[in-house]
């Protein structure tokens, strides 16, 4: 099983970028999947969350309103659009599945790192002018 995330680059403040993670041998149409970053020095974080069983969405506050979350099931595919980028969007953007994040009627730890079982490969963001 296979996460491949890609579409990142580098950006200028103010930028935007869009993400994609692409699945193979899954459908995400059965886990929740999020987004994840990590800067250099610090602790990963959420960004962003699908639940597939009822297309809730949340995000981080840090990115409440300029980044946006959807999902193509025709593709396969979650999408992570990101506008009014800044230096502080800079690190490694991971895409993640959790099958029981899925499950869960609770919406507490959706920004947990270890609830999540798979995970791509990463990809850079830089924002920087």
């Known amino acids: 099983v296979q996460l491949q995330a890609s579409g990142g680059g580098f950006v200028q403040p103010g930028g935007s970028l869009r993400l994609s993670c692409t699945a193979s041998e899954i459908h995400l149409d059965s886990y929740q999947i999020g987004w994840f970053r990590q800067a250099p020095g610090k602790e990963r974080e959420g960004v962003a969350y699908?639940?597939?069983?009822?297309?809730?969405?949340d995000y981080t506050d840090r990115v409440k309103g300029r980044f946006t979350i959807s999902k193509d099931s025709a593709k396969n595919t979650v999408f992570l659009q990101m506008n009014g980028l800044n230096p502080e969007d800079t690190g490694i953007y991971y895409c993640?599945?959790?099958?029981?994040?899925?499950?869960?009627?609770?919406?507490?730890?959706?920004?947990?790192?270890?609830?999540?079982?798979?995970w791509g490969q990463g990809t850079q963001v830089t924002v920087s002018s």
């Open positions: 699908y639940n597939s069983r009822d297309d809730s969405i």
């Open positions: 993640a599945t959790s099958e029981i994040l899925y499950y869960s009627p609770f919406r507490t730890q959706d920004f947990t790192p270890d609830l999540y079982d798979r």
